[in-house]
């Protein structure tokens, strides 16, 4: 098995990581954290125990994976992004016990300083703009900006925004990869290859 740990990284005894995957510089992963394949911990990266990530995901420098967050495959975590699990902390008030789960499905983007609250599910292929603030579910394919968060469009799986309205009937085309994507009110399939 093919894994690199920078020098300065710890890796708690238990914690189990996939082949191919790389933690870097000053990067901390605790004893019950599950990473998959082919993932790369950005420089200064904390996983928690109870923390869940799938094959392909790359977090980059300065996040924070803690308990009851999970990541499916391909998912993509940009620099300084935050995710919380506690919903209304205190200091003086210990509430682990309460620990909200967050879900982002598979080949999601987060981008740069946005914030994940707590018990929210990301969609697949979603892509959350930097900086914003995600404060409930986000629908597969949705593009989301903001403070607090609202959709402003639709993703292609390339990560390019396709021309259709938020809700309605209609179809688009990604033309990187020629696959036709259907807007069913204010769902967004995706259909298959041009012409295949």
């Given amino acids: 098995m093919d894994i690199y740990f920078h020098d300065t990284a710890i890796v708690d005894e238990g914690a189990e990581i996939g082949e ?3 933690v870097w510089h000053f990067s901390h992963v605790c004893g019950g954290a599950r990473i998959g394949r082919q993932c790369s911990l950005g420089q200064n990266v904390f996983i928690g125990n109870a923390a869940v990530i799938g094959d392909n995901c790359k977090i980059y420098n300065n996040v924070s994976v803690y308990d009851n967050v999970i990541l499916e495959n391909d998912v993509f975590c940009g620099p300084s992004m935050v995710f919380t699990n506690a919903y209304n902390p205190r200091s003086a008030i210990v509430r682990k016990g309460e620990y909200k789960t967050t879900r982002v499905k598979q080949g999601a ?5 946005c914030t994940i609250v ?6 697949r292929f979603a892509f959350i703009g930097a900086g914003a603030v ?6 597969d394919y949705a593009l989301m900006v903001g403070v607090p968060a609202k959709q402003v469009g639709w993703m ?4 390019e925004q396709l021309e259709m309205p938020l809700t309605g ?7 990187h990869q020629q696959v036709t994507y259907q807007l069913s009110g204010s ?8 012409n295949a």
Avoid: F, Q, R
């Fill in 20 to 22: 191919d995957s790389k």
């Fill in 134 to 139: 995600i404060n409930k579910d986000v629908p």
């Fill in 187 to 194: 769902t967004l399939l995706k259909l298959g290859k041009v």
């Fill in 109 to 113: 983007t987060l981008g740069a300083n």
């Fill in 169 to 175: 009937e209609a179809t688009a085309v990604c033309p």
């Fill in 156 to 159: 292609s799986e390339y990560g």
């Fill in 118 to 123: 707590c018990g929210v599910t990301i969609g």
